[in-house]
């Protein structure tokens, strides 16, 4: 081997070294491969960092209704799912696998007043997310979401991020556990969540109004008739039904 070959070698051994480049180079006169490293790249220096909404308490409460020792379960299972694939959930220090389908925790019974008629359930289990997150219990299901909704809205000032949470319950008074409370008027249910995102303390909260499973009636004294074209349109739409008018 020539002095000069000898000379180029150890140069781009020593440039190798102290990292500075990173690229292949190749000589096909004497087959040496020599990698060496580019001055951008930091071995263990690229983080990620993320922004977590950590739920502190999270509670439902139950009121105006018949409580029951009996009847009221101790504790309702709580489920976290995660809306898309990039979301990570966190359960007492435990973070689950992005292929995970969700996390199950429990809402222990933590109040029971039958002179206020009201019962509380509880969670005090540290549950951290990354992003948007459905979650249901036996009585609701609702979202978390980190984005614009109607539900109770609350701004993150820092990062210029809302965060939103919207409930629905399918439950109807006089079934279930609520089953003792067919003729009471304003059963609700109210879902509190204290967290926290970044640093800056988030409380959401919404109330829902239980529905009675009534039969619908016809207002006395309404009269209501039907042309024949419009006889004829419910026909193509879908089953016949006619409204006979009612006469006082």
């Known amino acids: 081997m020539a002095a000069n070959e000898e000379e180029v070698l150890i140069s781009l051994r020593e440039m190798g070294a102290s990292d500075e480049e990173l690229h292949e180079n190749r000589s096909a006169e004497n087959g040496h491969h020599v990698v060496t490293r580019h001055p951008s790249y930091q071995p263990g220096s690229v ?4 922004q977590w909404l950590d739920l502190i308490v999270f509670y439902v409460r139950v009121s105006k209704c018949v409580v029951d020792d009996d009847s009221t379960p101790e504790h309702l299972t709580l489920n ?13 220090c435990v973070r689950t696998s992005i292929y995970s389908d969700g996390v199950s925790t429990l809402l222990k019974r933590d109040r029971l007043d039958k002179q206020s008629k009201e019962f509380t ?11 948007s997150v459905k979650f249901n ?28 949470m919207s409930c629905e319950s399918d439950i109807v008074v006089g079934t279930g556990f609520l089953k003792g409370n067919q003729n009471v008027c304003a059963t609700a249910i109210e879902v509190y969540v204290a967290s926290s995102f970044s640093g800056t303390p988030i409380v959401l909260t919404q109330t829902l109004q239980l529905s009675h499973h009534r039969r619908k009636q016809a207002r006395k004294g309404m009269l209501e008739a039907i042309p024949e074209y419009e006889m004829a349109l419910s026909q193509k739409e879908g089953p016949f039904t006619l409204t006979m008018p009612f006469f006082s």
């Open 137 to 164: 219990v036996l009585v609701l299901t609702g979202r978390l979401e980190l984005c614009h909704s109607n539900g109770s809205l609350v701004e993150h000032k820092q990062h210029g991020q809302i965060w939103s």
């Open 47 to 50: 983080k990620v960092s993320l």
């Open 121 to 131: 359930f509880v969670s005090t289990n540290s549950i951290r997310v990354t992003g």
């Open 80 to 92: 976290h799912i995660p809306l898309n694939r990039d979301t990570l959930l966190e359960v007492n």
